[in-house]
């Protein structure tokens, strides 16, 4: 029972700098993992950007040194800021979230409807 909400997405020139914000609400447990993730058609939805609970980070190569994912628990929100976009950005990034109510637990994934994020050239 997990609802993701993103926002922030939009069209912006080579060079530029856009935020995403998603937003979480329902059960969310305390220990969890939050990303986002990236579409274009055609092409496979890819990894960008993950952050635990305890604010670990992990970036895909291509976004490393120009993606900054970050979260605030109290608000149960995650951003994605990025800087000197590329043309190759653009695609409809998604908002995740992987959580387990405890360690031998199955665990769940929620996902969020998606932002669209046009970069031009």
């Known amino acids: 029972q997990v609802q993701l909400v993103e926002s922030g997405g939009g069209l912006v020139k080579a060079g530029g700098s856009l935020r995403l914000s998603c937003a979480a609400s329902?059960?969310?447990?305390?220990?969890?993992?939050m990303g986002w993730y990236r579409q274009v058609p055609g092409k496979q939805r890819e990894l960008v950007a993950t952050?635990?609970?305890?604010?670990?980070?992990n970036y895909a190569d291509s976004v490393k040194g120009r993606f900054i994912i970050s979260r605030d628990n109290a608000k149960k929100t995650e951003y994605l800021q990025m800087n000197s976009l590329k043309p190759e950005d653009t695609a409809v990034y998604f908002c995740?979230?992987?959580?387990?109510?405890?360690?031998?637990?199955?665990?769940?994934?929620?996902w969020g409807q998606g932002t669209q994020v046009t970069v031009s050239s």
């Open positions: 995740s979230l992987l959580q387990r109510r405890y360690l031998w637990s199955r665990a769940d994934d929620y």
């Open positions: 329902g059960s969310i447990f305390s220990n969890n993992t």
């Open positions: 952050i635990t609970s305890d604010g670990t980070t």
